[in-house]
């Protein structure tokens, strides 16, 4: 079950810019809008501060805005890529379509972040992406993120886990 918003993360840029990310990916779906006027609109209208501004008014004050836009861009620009990868993942009967949108939005940002060569350790990405599901959505849909981006992380980035098996 989708929840009204995310959870605030405080003086977190990094965290910060990948829930704007989900926020625009999610927008960009939803709208059909370009890439680039998205993570314009974003930068101009939610991204930097405002006074007590914050998550609850739509804002991401604190937000890297550089790993914003290059999680973003990467998340779009490789969709179809990300897109195949994330259907060989997820099981039969969960389907990219049928997937929350929201929750497409998550798992493109994290898949295009574990795609990123020069990316945070998997680890890392996974954690990040967990949170912030957990920032959006109650029940089992965080787990199910959690399982999907840890079966792609270990696809995409096997050196991040040495001696451990494949999923």
């Known amino acids: 079950m989708a929840k009204s918003g995310s959870s605030a993360t405080g003086a977190r840029p990094r965290t910060s810019a990948r829930v704007a990310a989900v926020q625009a990916l ?38 890297d805005v550089p790993l914003f836009g290059r999680i973003v861009r990467a998340a779009t620009a490789q969709q179809d890529a990300l897109d195949a990868l994330l259907a060989a993942t997820l099981t039969a009967d969960w389907p990219m379509e049928r997937l929350d949108p929201v929750l497409r939005a998550l798992l493109r940002a994290g898949c295009a972040e574990l ?9 890392v990405v996974i954690n990040e992406y967990l949170d912030i599901a957990h920032g ?15 079966r792609l992380a270990r696809r995409l980035r096997p050196q991040d886990f040495p001696g451990e098996a494949a999923v």
Do not use: Y
């Open 136 to 150: 959006f959505f109650d029940g089992e849909i965080p787990n199910m993120a959690n399982g999907v981006l840890d």
């Open 26 to 63: 999610f927008q960009a779906e939803q709208a059909q809008t370009p890439t680039e006027r998205v993570i314009d609109e974003f930068v101009r209208h939610r991204l930097g501060a405002a006074p007590g501004s914050g998550f609850e008014d739509g804002r991401a004050p604190d937000a």
């Open 115 to 123: 795609w990123m060569p020069d990316g945070p350790p998997a680890r």
